[in-house]
């Protein structure tokens, strides 16, 4: 058996919202398993689609022309397939492992509880994909080890990269979890072969897995201008981690990470833009990127000082 594992985030360059980093990890058969074929899943762009869950680059199956439907329904099926299926946003953050501790909440109000889910799927089609998905995770023998959102919002953002002086270092904090908890899922007679999306233009990681992971030795496997790949032994099982451009598109973990990450950021956006036009219904919706966030923060100017809001709070730093 083989614990196979993907990381990706989503919102690492907006100037509002919060920071995502996902994680799924699936227990495995066969090292070289397809999981798209295992599962019956669909490929964006690969044809018939139709009926079928859809997983990959999130950017690829998501667009706001496009809608969440289809990003939201592969996310709530595989936490409907496992047996948690959450009615809410607030459940939804608890079972990812992305709840808001209080003062983040007191800080940064847009980000109250909105309400159910799911916000554009159909929740019977959610059901039915979900059954479908049990039937094959379980005739596969594929099981669904973990998925899992570490979640940073503006403020706490700014405060994480003012203490680094770096924005990739903070990020690289939230893979790192990441990986420490995609290990402690092996069995010792288990290997990890865990599938991250390059955090923007870094190409070696060696030294940062050492700092990361005292106990074990490392060693570089492949480095190249598009993925480098390192063992770790020692520290538990032995552990192989890959950092590829593009490790969404072809690792079906990492699709997943990616997807549940961009949904969750997608589900808070939705709370942002609710709580701040509940008090001035003619802002313009957000989703945080540069041009409409330029136009929402214009907008919204009287608005932020007459709540005495510190941009600190709102505005991402880097």
């Known amino acids: 058996m083989t614990i196979l594992a993907g990381i990706d985030e989503a919102g690492y360059g907006p100037v509002l919202g919060p920071f995502v980093v996902g994680l799924a990890a699936f227990r495995i058969p066969e090292a070289k398993m397809d999981l798209w074929d ?15 869950l859809l997983i990959g680059d999130s950017k690829r199956v998501y667009t706001p022309a496009q809608g969440l439907a289809r990003l939201e329904e592969t996310v709530l099926a595989f936490l409907a397939a496992s047996g948690e299926r959450p009615e809410g946003d607030d459940a939804l953050l608890a079972r990812l492992g992305a709840e808001m501790p ?37 005739a596969s023998g594929v099981e669904t080890r973990a998925l899992a959102c570490a979640c940073v919002v503006e403020g706490e953002f700014n405060a994480r990269v003012a203490e680094t002086r770096n924005k990739a270092t903070f990020a690289w ?7 420490a908890r995609a290990l402690s899922l092996a069995a010792p007679n288990e290997t990890v072969h865990a599938g991250v999306d390059r955090l923007g233009g870094r190409a ?66 939705h709370r942002f833009n609710a709580w701040w036009r509940a008090r001035a219904p003619a802002l313009p919706r957000t989703s945080g990127y540069h041009v409409d966030a330029t136009a929402f923060l214009e907008a919204s100017r009287e608005l932020r000082t007459s709540l005495g809001l510190d941009d600190a709070r709102l505005v991402r730093s880097r």
């Open 38 to 52: 295992a599962l019956d899943l669909a490929r964006p762009g690969g044809g018939q689609a139709a009926g079928r």
């Open 102 to 138: 209080p003062r983040w909440r007191e800080a940064h109000p847009w980000y109250a509880p909105g309400g159910e889910l799911p916000l554009d799927a159909d929740a019977g089609r959610v059901a039915d994909a979900a059954g479908r998905l049990r039937e094959r995770l379980a």
């Open 173 to 179: 904090t939230c893979v790192a979890s990441h990986l």
């Open 204 to 269: 070696r990681y060696g030294e940062l897995l050492r700092e990361a992971f005292p106990d074990a030795f490392v060693w570089e496997l492949e480095r190249g201008a598009r993925a480098s790949a390192y063992r770790l032994e020692g520290g538990g099982a032995p552990m192989e981690v890959s950092f590829r451009v593009g490790a969404d598109a072809d690792a079906l973990p990492t699709a997943l990470a990616s997807m549940t990450a961009k949904y969750v950021r997608e589900v808070l956006m």
